[in-house]
């Protein structure tokens, strides 16, 4: 049964720090890319940060550049986002997601995913 299952939500002060983790079981722990989702109630979700499986590398939506850093440890099949000077905007349902294979779109593209988490709420207040 493919699963992911994230943890490490919460609330924190604007200039705080959290660090979210997903677990991923199943045909996810064998993906192709790992990525990060936000949304907002009434809002589209948007791309966080993305980290292609074999070669580590990493993508980032501008607005987190140098404040959020995705890396992964694959002994443990767990994709980590490591969140750092936290603003309000940063507030939202946050989601793992599991994309198997290269579709040939970007790594911000919901589409790309096949397997979504239960998320968890990251709430940062001013």
């Known amino acids: 049964q493919v699963q992911l299952v994230e943890s490490g939500g919460g609330s924190v002060q604007a200039g705080g720090s959290l660090r979210l983790s997903c677990v991923a079981s199943?045909?996810?722990?064998?993906?192709?890319?790992m990525g990060w989702f936000r949304q907002v109630s009434g809002k589209e979700r948007e791309g966080v940060a993305s980290?292609?499986?074999?070669?580590?590398?990493?993508d980032y939506t501008d607005s987190v550049k140098g404040r959020f850093t995705i890396s992964q440890d694959k002994s443990k099949n767990t994709v980590y986002l490591q969140m750092s000077s936290l603003k309000p905007e940063d507030t939202g349902m946050y989601y793992c997601?599991?994309?198997?294979?290269?579709?040939?779109?970007?790594?911000?593209?919901?589409?790309?995913?096949?397997?979504w988490g239960q998320g968890t709420q990251v709430t940062v207040s001013s």
């Open positions: 980290i292609h499986t074999s070669t580590g590398t990493t």
């Open positions: 199943g045909y996810a722990a064998m993906s192709y890319a």
């Open positions: 997601a599991s994309s198997l294979y290269d579709d040939g779109g970007t790594w911000d593209d919901e589409n790309e995913y096949q397997y």
